[in-house]
């Protein structure tokens, strides 16, 4: 046994130790706390609840509770019975007279194209019915599509409280009635080409950032304060230069009847009948998300490269070492930390870019992050464009994570 | 960067294809600023530069188009500017606030789960801004805030503080300790410690953070694109721009950017007396 220490108030030394360290440690808590409960409460809370979006089908389920219900019994086969277009014609004649059949048309369309038309139609037609004689009869009179099982399959599938398909559709696979999962048709595939591109650019842009900001960090980081502020400016100025400012010069570059083209006819490298098409395609979306990004990695390799002491290379090459040698096996390795730091800013900043591609890239040069604005803009397929956004944030998680690891995000640093 | 005498001949023709490579680089970053700043002076519609712009006569020129920006009846940039200032100015007090505190809690030894809490604190910054701005947009219709002038200032206080909480933490992590220790053994309060030492120790990183909230609402799009729903009176000059590219390319808009230059460029001199402040005072950088 120790001797007991204690405080002048007579306390045991290590409980008041504890005391004051809780205390401390409340402090600390409480300065980030409103901070901490604003972004969890405004933001990340919303983007779960988003995301749920992707599976989530309980207004559809509520619509139709009852035809769900029952439809559980039917194992789609063959035509459904009684029991369930009644109870369907009542759901239905509800869903009327409250006006939100226009909801239901929507979501089932997604499920089968027609629906639209089909319930649409039916519903002008409800009142007609003879609720004493045969549904399906009635149904099939109506419009001969309620002939058609799928209908009545995409009717049940469409009224689960719960759905993964979407998540299917991201990847251009989708789920056919009988339960059998296939890649949809070649004309349609357009969400994987997405997907590769999204990663393409990202992964080439991130190496051409590296490939031309390597020898200016370096440079910047050799040369003399008074020159390399100056300097520095090169990289500031477009930082702090607004991202639409930036994409409209490289419009005003890039167009066929741009300075670049203009420049190069006049020089007579390019015929003015077959001026350059650096536009609306992969190149435009290319060149100036680089331009656009490049601060981002020169900035962290700056910082590393300003603490490497030059007197490493001068002994390198002192004890034998040619240059290039001492470049690599001794420089290099050094500025790991700022290449994994500027690589993953740039990385995660590409991955997800909107405005450019938009602006620059037209059809052929859109990146994932527009087909997801699409889809929650224009074609208001709620479902996909969240469960697109799913995997584009899983993505975007997995590499914060490995930023974490590497960098650790204490290490930030900006500007 | 002059080399010796000694240099082997291969030796040179590397350093100076270097700093060739370097120069191109340089250019390629730089140059597309300056291509607009020439053209928004242009007398004519088209957005190329004119023989006459060319062979420099005064006649090319003109301020037509600065007079379209301000007066044009058909682009409402003088309410955009307005909004945009306005959306700035609160977002950036809301994100400085909220961001410093709690860059003084994280930067304490004893924060109880620092790198998770920093992770999210961060996130804003890190998870792309469609889906920052689909998100946001959900909860703000939810309250009955989309299209709203508080929702699109609290849209741009989330994107602002993970910029104040990165750069008041980094100013923070040079800070020396022993200097509030002093400060109490003396005989100060915490509260006295905090506003009469550690405050205007920090100041150059708070300005410096508040600098980056205020730009980055300045210049956000994305979110305000899902935000303010197209409501005429809400636009921001982002907005204005976007709606305007996607149209057409006018010289109306060269002259906007221009003007956006010279913006950038004076926030580029006061973050650069304030890193040179804060050298003097302390020794450390405040980035």
Same mark, same amino acid.
């Given at each position: 046994?120790?001797?007991?220490?204690?405080?002048?108030?007579?306390?045991?030394?290590?409980?008041?130790?504890?005391?004051?360290?809780?205390?401390?440690?409340?402090?600390?808590?409480?300065?980030?706390?409103?901070?901490?409960?604003?972004?969890?409460?405004?933001?990340?809370?919303?983007?779960?609840?988003?995301?749920?979006?992707?599976?989530?089908?309980?207004?559809?389920?509520?619509?139709?509770?009852?035809?769900?219900?029952?439809?559980?019994?039917?194992?789609?086969?063959?035509?459904?019975?009684?029991?369930?277009?009644?109870?369907?014609?009542?759901?239905?004649?509800?869903?009327?007279?409250?006006?939100?059949?226009?909801?239901?048309?929507?979501?089932?369309?997604?499920?089968?194209?027609?629906?639209?038309?089909?319930?649409?139609?039916?519903?002008?037609?409800?009142?007609?019915?003879?609720?004493?004689?045969?549904?399906?009869?009635?149904?099939?009179?109506?419009?001969?599509?309620?002939?058609?099982?799928?209908?009545?399959?995409?009717?049940?599938?469409?009224?689960? &409280?719960?759905?993964?398909?979407?998540?299917?559709?991201?990847?251009?696979?989708?789920?056919?009635?009988?339960?059998?999962?296939?890649?949809?048709?070649?004309?349609?595939?357009?969400?994987?080409?997405?997907?590769?591109?999204?990663?393409?650019?990202?992964?080439?842009?991130?190496?051409?950032?590296?490939? *031309?900001?390597?020898?200016?960090?370096?440079?910047?980081?050799?040369?003399?304060?008074?020159?390399?502020?100056?300097?520095?400016?090169?990289?500031?100025?477009?930082?702090?230069?607004?991202?639409?400012?930036?994409?409209?010069?490289?419009?005003?570059?890039?167009?066929?009847?741009?300075?670049?083209?203009?420049?190069?006819?006049?020089?007579?490298?390019?015929?003015?009948?077959?001026?350059?098409?650096?536009?609306?395609?992969?190149?435009?979306?290319?060149?100036?998300?680089?331009?656009?990004?490049?601060?981002?990695?020169?900035?962290?390799?700056?910082?590393?490269?300003?603490?490497?002491?030059?007197? *490493?290379?001068?002994?390198?090459?002192?004890?034998?070492?040619?240059?290039?040698?001492?470049?690599?096996?001794?420089?290099?390795?050094?500025?790991?930390?700022?290449?994994?730091?500027?690589?993953? *800013?740039?990385?995660?900043?590409?991955?997800?870019?909107?405005?450019?591609?938009?602006?620059?890239?037209?059809?052929?040069?859109?990146?994932?992050?527009?087909?997801? &604005?699409?889809?929650?803009?224009?074609?208001?397929?709620?479902?996909?464009?969240?469960?697109?956004?799913?995997?584009?944030?899983?993505?975007?998680?997995?590499?914060?994570?490995?930023?974490?690891?590497?960098?650790?995000?204490?290490?930030?640093?900006?500007? | 960067?002059?080399?010796?005498?000694?240099?082997?001949?291969?030796?040179?023709?590397?350093?100076?294809?270097?700093?060739?490579?370097?120069?191109?680089?340089?250019?390629?970053?730089?140059? @597309?600023?300056?291509?607009?700043?020439?053209?928004?002076?242009?007398?004519?519609?088209?957005?190329?530069?004119?023989?006459?712009?060319?062979?420099?006569?005064?006649?090319?020129?003109?301020?037509?188009?600065?007079?379209?920006?301000?007066?044009?009846?058909?682009?409402?940039?003088?309410?955009?500017?307005?909004?945009?200032?306005?959306?700035?100015?609160?977002?950036?007090?809301?994100?400085?606030?909220?961001?410093?505190?709690?860059?003084?809690?994280?930067?304490?030894?004893?924060?109880?789960?620092?790198?998770?809490?920093?992770?999210?604190?961060?996130? @804003?910054?890190?998870?792309?801004?469609?889906?920052?701005?689909?998100?946001?947009?959900?909860?703000?219709?939810?309250?009955?805030?989309?299209?709203?002038?508080?929702?699109?200032?609290?849209?741009?206080?989330?994107?602002?503080?993970?910029?104040?909480?990165?750069?008041?933490?980094?100013?923070?992590?040079?800070?020396?300790?022993?200097?509030?220790?002093?400060?109490?053994?003396?005989?100060?309060?915490?509260?006295?410690?905090?506003?009469?030492?550690?405050?205007?120790?920090?100041?150059?990183?708070?300005?410096?953070?508040?600098?980056?909230?205020?730009?980055?609402?300045?210049?956000?799009?994305?979110?305000?694109?899902?935000?303010?729903?197209?409501?005429?009176?809400?636009?921001?000059? @982002?907005?204005?721009?976007?709606?305007?590219?996607?149209?057409?390319?006018?010289?109306?808009?060269?002259?906007?950017?221009?003007?956006?230059?010279?913006?950038?460029?004076?926030?580029?001199?006061?973050?650069?007396?304030?890193?040179?402040?804060?050298?003097?005072?302390?020794?450390?950088?405040?980035?």
């Amino acid at each position: 046994m120790t001797a007991e220490i204690r405080t002048s108030d007579g306390e045991l030394l290590s409980v008041k130790l504890k005391k004051v360290e809780r205390r401390r440690r409340t402090t600390a808590f409480l300065l980030a706390a409103p901070l901490l409960f604003f972004i969890v409460f405004a933001y990340v809370i919303p983007i779960f609840q988003m995301l749920g979006r992707s599976i989530d089908n309980a207004e559809m389920n509520s619509f139709l509770t009852e035809t769900h219900e029952v439809m559980q019994t039917w194992d789609g086969s063959e035509m459904p019975g009684e029991d369930v277009t009644s109870t369907f014609y009542y759901e239905l004649k509800t869903a009327v007279e409250n006006k939100y059949h226009g909801k239901i048309a929507t979501r089932l369309n997604y499920e089968k194209g027609g629906f639209t038309s089909l319930i649409k139609k039916t519903s002008r037609k409800l009142k007609n019915f003879d609720e004493n004689a045969n549904f399906l009869d009635q149904f099939i009179d109506v419009h001969k599509k309620w002939g058609d099982i799928e209908y009545w399959q995409a009717l049940k599938r469409g009224t689960d &409280a719960y759905h993964f398909r979407k998540y299917l559709t991201t990847f251009d696979y989708e789920q056919r009635f009988d339960g059998s999962i296939e890649r949809i048709p070649e004309k349609l595939r357009i969400n994987v080409t997405l997907w590769l591109r999204t990663i393409f650019v990202a992964v080439g842009v991130t190496f051409c950032c590296f490939i *031309l900001a390597y020898p200016i960090s370096h440079l910047l980081s050799v040369l003399p304060t008074r020159y390399s502020n100056l300097l520095m400016i090169c990289v500031l100025l477009p930082f702090w230069t607004s991202l639409l400012v930036r994409t409209s010069s490289w419009m005003v570059l890039l167009q066929k009847q741009g300075v670049l083209n203009d420049t190069l006819v006049s020089l007579g490298f390019v015929a003015d009948e077959s001026r350059l098409e650096l536009m609306y395609n992969m190149t435009g979306t290319f060149i100036a998300m680089t331009q656009i990004l490049l601060p981002f990695m020169v900035l962290p390799l700056y910082s590393v490269m300003k603490t490497i002491s030059p007197s *490493l290379m001068r002994a390198a090459t002192s004890m034998g070492a040619t240059p290039f040698h001492a470049f690599r096996k001794i420089y290099f390795p050094l500025t790991y930390a700022g290449i994994s730091a500027g690589s993953i *800013l740039v990385f995660v900043l590409a991955i997800g870019y909107y405005i450019t591609p938009a602006l620059v890239g037209g059809a052929k040069g859109i990146l994932i992050s527009n087909r997801i &604005a699409y889809h929650m803009q224009q074609s208001l397929d709620w479902s996909l464009a969240t469960a697109m956004a799913t995997v584009l944030l899983i993505a975007v998680l997995v590499v914060y994570w490995l930023y974490n690891k590497i960098v650790g995000i204490d290490n930030m640093r900006l500007g | 960067m002059a080399l010796p005498k000694y240099t082997e001949m291969r030796y040179r023709v590397w350093h100076y294809s270097y700093l060739v490579i370097c120069t191109a680089v340089f250019v390629f970053l730089i140059a @597309p600023l300056f291509v607009i700043i020439p053209l928004s002076f242009n007398a004519e519609q088209y957005i190329h530069f004119s023989d006459g712009m060319l062979a420099l006569q005064p006649e090319a020129f003109s301020l037509r188009w600065y007079e379209d920006m301000i007066y044009g009846t058909k682009n409402p940039w003088g309410i955009a500017a307005r909004n945009s200032v306005y959306y700035a100015f609160f977002s950036t007090i809301g994100a400085t606030v909220l961001g410093t505190v709690a860059a003084l809690g994280l930067s304490s030894r004893y924060m109880p789960y620092k790198q998770l809490i920093m992770s999210v604190l961060i996130s @804003p910054m890190i998870i792309p801004l469609i889906i920052s701005g689909s998100a946001i947009f959900f909860s703000l219709a939810k309250l009955g805030l989309a299209a709203t002038f508080p929702g699109i200032v609290i849209a741009h206080i989330i994107l602002g503080t993970p910029f104040v909480v990165i750069t008041v933490t980094a100013t923070l992590s040079g800070f020396d300790d022993s200097i509030t220790r002093a400060a109490s053994s003396l005989g100060s309060t915490p509260t006295n410690t905090f506003f009469k030492i550690t405050l205007p120790l920090i100041t150059p990183g708070i300005i410096s953070g508040a600098l980056f909230a205020f730009v980055t609402s300045f210049d956000e799009i994305v979110v305000i694109l899902f935000v303010a729903g197209g409501d005429r009176n809400l636009t921001t000059i @982002p907005l204005q721009m976007w709606t305007g590219l996607r149209e057409q390319l006018s010289p109306t808009i060269m002259a906007v950017a221009t003007c956006l230059i010279v913006l950038s460029t004076l926030i580029l001199i006061v973050t650069e007396l304030l890193r040179r402040r804060s050298e003097r005072i302390r020794g450390i950088s405040a980035q």
